[in-house]
């Protein structure tokens, strides 16, 4: 079936500093990709998509490149804020009938001042 | 103005009550949904609706009920509360079964 895999965290970094996440996927066919992120106490938020290979998501100075030979969607952003504290959740959904949307265990970020 | 909006937003109640969760969207979509979040924040989708009609039903158990009236709401009733089906709740809609979903706000359970 469909997974999603994120690195392991939580992640802590200073003002500025430079962020990846990794995120590797198993699918069938050709997903959509998805970065959602979850700030203190709301509901998630969608950041960013993919819809076919070798497409660049971005918003808000975030960035995930759909890559189909390795399975990936990383998401990068070259200098974070504080405001950008937040739970950090991978998805696909899958082609088909009944596809839903499925998601990484998410990752929380804390960016220090 | 909100988008996709859940009630009630925190929910405390004592084991083997019955309880409902509200959500209605105002986006026009076909689609919606209702997803469990533990407490390591892993999300897990238990139903969705395309339409009015149920499309996917992860395992969840019949104590779980969720009912579409019509396109825009989708309540969960849940029977007999056990102290696991502690979670946040959340509802999200989508315009199609394929396109990225809009969530709620979340309804934190406490089952005491």
């Known amino acids: 079936g469909d997974s999603v895999t994120q690195m392991e965290g939580p992640v802590t970094l200073s003002e500025e500093a430079f962020l990846t996440i990794n995120c590797t996927y198993t699918a069938t066919g050709y997903p959509s990709l998805f970065w959602y992120v979850q700030y203190p106490g709301e509901g998630l938020q969608l950041l960013l998509k993919a819809t076919k290979a070798d497409d660049k998501g971005s918003n808000k100075g975030f960035e995930a490149t759909y890559r189909k030979e390795t399975t990936s969607f990383h998401l990068e952003k070259g200098s974070v804020q504080v405001s950008d504290s937040a739970v950090y959740f991978c998805a696909l959904r899958s082609t088909g009938a009944n596809s839903k949307l499925t998601f990484g265990k998410g990752i929380t970020l804390s960016v220090r001042p | 103005d909100t988008a996709v909006s859940q009630t009630p937003k925190y929910l405390v109640t004592q084991m083997g009550n019955d309880k409902s969760i509200k959500c209605e969207q105002n986006?026009?979509?076909?689609?919606m949904y209702w997803y469990k979040q533990d407490s390591k924040k892993f999300l897990k989708i238990m139903f969705s609706y395309n339409n009015k009609e149920l499309i996917i039903n992860e395992t969840v158990p019949n104590r779980f009920s969720p009912k579409s009236p019509d396109k825009a709401h989708l309540n969960l009733h849940i029977n007999s509360l056990e102290l696991g089906d502690s979670a946040v709740y959340f509802c999200?809609?989508?315009?199609?079964?394929?396109?990225?979903?809009?969530f709620g706000q979340g309804t934190r359970l406490t089952v005491v």
């Open positions: 999200a809609s989508s315009r199609q079964i394929h396109t990225e979903a809009f």
């Open positions: 986006l026009g979509h076909d689609t």
